[in-house]
């Protein structure tokens, strides 16, 4: 009995083990990188111990990076969820156009994140691009704007385009949660005069907390690691300006050939989404928990 209950264990083992392979051999590889005195070659040269997180950590450019991730992150995330799920609620209904609606909103995920990155860049092109055009061909803007010169408004479009290409990728999963939920539950609210809003708050909420929790841990592993957008269309300038963690690691490595000090923000970047994940799973599994301990006091 004992042997016949091991059996599943016994067979995902390999996978298992494979798996903790693929991911556990980068990082371990990037931990000895991090700890290396490293040439822009890539040669190492011998043992430093944390001289490159204590370089790290004294580069205010690093500090500037992560609390602008730290924005990117909870801006295009909370952005993302606030307008898919309508969206999503809005697709799940029955209309004329249904499907090529569905179509149209999934279009953006099959492209490129860079071919998309570029098209905005010259889009918002100072000097030729579309929106000035557009404004200026309306009557809304009398001269050019300088769309990604500044910082504080490069940055606020880069989080604007991150919601937009985000949108689809949650669309599906919020879509596939409410395909899946019990529409008698929504008949008999309906039968005791309850509202859309009251519906959309008691039932379609609660039901949907799962696959909103999904939606966002898989969107804040994407978000936070996302290069394409930022670098292609300011290279985290002007002056740095709107670097994250990602780009800033990326010239550090790329261009600088500093590939200890960006090894050690890889790993940096690693735990802060590492702890992230585990607080998150605790807390909805905290929050299950006491759902379920207050259901089992009612009844």
Request: aromatic share 12%; net charge neutral.
């Amino acid at each position: 009995m004992k042997a016949f209950r091991a059996t599943p264990l016994l067979m995902i083992i390999p996978s298992l083990l494979l798996a903790m392979f693929i991911i556990g051999y980068p990082i371990i590889d990037l931990a000895y990188t991090s700890m290396q005195q490293v040439s822009r070659f890539g040669q190492l040269r011998g043992f430093n111990g944390m001289a490159n997180f204590a370089e790290v950590f004294s580069d205010p450019l690093f500090y500037a990076s992560l609390i602008r991730t730290g924005i990117w992150t909870v801006a295009v995330v909370g952005g993302t969820l606030i307008l898919s799920l309508p969206i999503a609620m809005i697709l799940n209904d029955e209309f004329y156009g249904r499907g090529m609606a569905r179509v149209i909103i999934m279009l953006p995920w099959a492209l490129s994140l860079t071919m998309t990155a570029v098209v905005w860049r010259w889009a918002l092109n100072g000097r030729a691009g579309l929106l000035n055009a557009s404004l200026m061909g309306m009557g809304i803007s009398h001269e050019p704007i300088e769309w990604l010169a500044t910082a504080p408004v490069a940055f606020t479009t880069e989080i604007l385009i991150g919601i937009l290409v985000s949108i689809p990728f949650t669309t599906t999963i919020f879509l596939g949660g409410l395909s899946s939920l019990p529409q008698d539950a929504y008949e008999a609210s309906m039968v005791d005069g309850a509202t859309r809003w009251k519906q959309f708050r008691f039932l379609t909420l609660p039901l949907m907390r799962p696959f909103i929790n999904i939606a966002i841990v898989l969107n804040v592993i994407y978000v936070f690691n996302s290069l394409p957008i930022i670098w292609v269309m300011t290279e985290g300038g002007p002056a740095n300006g709107t670097d994250i963690l990602v780009t800033y690691l990326y010239k550090l490595a790329f261009r600088f050939g500093q590939l200890g000090k960006a090894s050690a923000i890889s790993l940096i970047m690693f735990g802060v989404l590492f702890v992230f994940i585990i607080i998150y799973v605790i807390m909805v599994m905290r929050n299950e928990d006491d759902g379920g301990a207050a259901g089992e006091a009612a009844e």
